[in-house]
């Protein structure tokens, strides 16, 4: 799921994929590809000539243009087209998804392939929406993931079961100037003790800005759900504006940590200082950190629906999208620094020296530390409203 859109709110989309449910009759073939059962030799062959229309947020630059200029000339070469089809937020995908259903329409679907979120994928997969059974069966999940990873068999708490392939990770990281506070906090006790030190120098998003609730989504890790809202309590007044006034945004954090009026930044986009000293947006002597043991991470998982007209192209898609060349692409500071989902001790030494780039950049963090999982998605908003009435009050 997304970083910018994996927790939408999608109540109408819920209840419209619960009814569809309510509609459907009990044929079991819904949730089968045509030839679910053959080797992946015979998707492969079915899927030459087949177009994937392939739904996923538009928003993002750089995902639509390692879509177009990498992964789908790869495509091309197992006889694949990919086309693109832009969206503003996953429920538009599924909604289509579910008028199909609704409608009666079980085979030679609109939507062949979606960049899914957690919480739909969760409807979805109550309602039988998804194509059953395939995600475990690629190549390269076989080959390169490690089947023991819970932050790959379970999405947002809901286990996967073959239903969706990942495609990438998202991490939450801390940035510093090395220049202006070369010891940052490596832990949120370090961190309300610099704030308490340093008055107005420390502050986050407020929720429900995906970006600050991922930082309290983190702090409710470290110290539950109670701990964390008194800690938050306790940081409040010695943040900047004296807790009054919030950023709205990540973006407005980032200026004001690039203008040198906050020590800190934060993102769950693990590659943002590279984008960001790009982009000139903060000094070159920007570095990425840790607070705790690890970052709190999610993954991107790619679905097909089961009535999908081209589920075999489908397919072959996902399985390139696990391809070390198109994972180590993917990763690459320069392009997108996105963290692999795949188990490096799996690969051999040609394919880890893929992620050579990684390694070698000082923008982007080359161990990303325990992962620390992610709540429910149903918990969310409710720790957003608690935040809320508690802190920001």
Same mark, same amino acid.
């Given at each position: 799921m997304h970083p910018r859109?994996?927790?939408?709110?999608l109540f109408? /989309? $819920? *209840?419209?994929? @619960?009814l569809?449910a309510?509609?459907?009759d009990?044929?079991t073939? %819904?949730?089968?590809? &045509?030839? #679910?059962t053959?080797?992946f030799a015979?998707?492969e062959?079915?899927?030459?000539?087949?177009?994937v229309r392939?739904?996923?947020?538009?928003?993002?630059?750089k995902?639509n243009?390692?879509v177009d200029d /990498? $992964? *789908?000339p790869? @495509?091309a070469k197992s006889?694949?087209?990919?086309e693109?089809?832009? %969206?503003?937020?996953? &429920?538009d #995908?599924?909604?289509?998804?579910v008028t199909?259903r609704r409608?009666g329409?079980?085979?030679?679907g609109?939507?062949?392939?979606?960049w899914?979120n957690?919480e739909n994928?969760?409807?979805?997969?109550s309602?039988g929406l998804?194509?059953e059974?395939w995600a475990?069966?690629?190549?390269?999940a076989?080959?390169?993931?490690?089947?023991?990873d819970?932050?790959l068999?379970e999405?947002?708490q809901?286990?996967?079961e073959g239903?969706?392939?990942?495609?990438?990770?998202a991490a939450?990281?801390?940035?510093h100037?090395?220049?202006?506070?070369?010891?940052?906090?490596?832990?949120?006790?370090e961190?309300?003790a610099y704030?308490?030190?340093?008055?107005?120098?420390?502050?986050y998003?407020a929720?429900p800005?995906?970006?600050g609730?991922?930082f309290?989504?983190?702090?409710?890790?470290?110290?539950g759900?109670?701990?964390?809202?008194s800690?938050?309590?306790?940081?409040a007044?010695?943040?900047?504006r004296?807790?009054?006034?919030?950023?709205?945004?990540?973006?407005?954090?980032?200026?004001?940590?690039?203008?040198?009026?906050?020590?800190?930044a934060m993102s769950?986009?693990?590659a943002f200082?590279a984008?960001?000293?790009?982009?000139?947006q903060?000094?070159r002597t920007?570095?990425?950190f840790l607070?705790?043991?690890g970052?709190?991470?999610n993954?991107s998982?790619?679905?097909i629906p089961?009535?999908a007209?081209n589920?075999a192209?489908?397919q072959?898609l996902a399985?390139?999208l696990l391809?070390?060349?198109?994972q180590?692409?993917?990763?690459?500071?320069?392009a997108?620094?996105?963290?692999?989902v795949l188990d490096l001790?799996?690969l051999?030494?040609?394919?880890?020296g893929?992620?050579?780039?990684v390694?070698?950049?000082?923008?982007?963090?080359?161990?990303?530390g325990?992962?620390?999982?992610?709540i429910?998605?149903?918990k969310?908003?409710?720790i957003e409203q608690?935040?809320?009435?508690?802190?920001?009050r």
């Open positions: 859109h994996a927790l939408a709110t109408t /989309v $819920v *209840a419209a994929v @619960a569809a309510c509609g459907s009990d044929d073939s %819904v949730s089968a590809s &045509a030839g #679910a053959a080797d015979a998707i062959e079915e899927a030459r000539g087949q177009t392939w739904w996923l947020f538009g928003g993002d630059e995902i243009a390692y /990498v $992964v *789908a790869e @495509a006889g694949v087209t990919i693109r089809v832009p %969206v503003t937020d996953t &429920a #995908a599924v909604q289509r998804v199909e409608a329409k079980r085979t030679g609109a939507v062949d392939l979606i899914i957690g994928f969760a409807a979805g997969k309602a998804w194509l059974g475990d069966r690629l190549p390269n076989q080959r390169y993931l490690d089947p023991e819970r932050s068999t999405d947002f809901v286990p996967v239903q969706e392939s990942p495609w990438q990770r939450f990281v801390f940035a100037d090395t220049d202006r506070t070369p010891r940052p906090p490596r832990s949120f006790d961190l309300l704030a308490k030190a340093n008055p107005g120098r420390v502050t998003p929720p800005d995906f970006t609730s991922a309290v989504r983190q702090v409710v890790a470290e110290k759900e109670d701990g964390a809202m800690y938050l309590r306790e940081l007044p010695h943040l900047h004296g807790g009054r006034a919030y950023p709205k945004s990540e973006a407005e954090l980032t200026t004001l940590f690039g203008d040198g009026e906050v020590d800190f769950y986009d693990s200082v984008a960001a000293v790009r982009k000139g903060v000094p920007t570095r990425p607070i705790g043991d970052a709190l991470q993954t998982y790619v679905t089961a009535n007209a589920a192209g489908a072959v399985n390139l391809s070390p060349e198109l180590a692409a993917k990763a690459d500071p320069d997108l620094g996105n963290p692999t001790d799996r051999d030494e040609d394919e880890r893929l992620f050579s780039a390694a070698d950049s000082p923008y982007v963090l080359a161990d990303l325990r992962a620390v999982p992610e429910a998605a149903a969310v908003a409710p608690r935040w809320t009435r508690e802190v920001l």
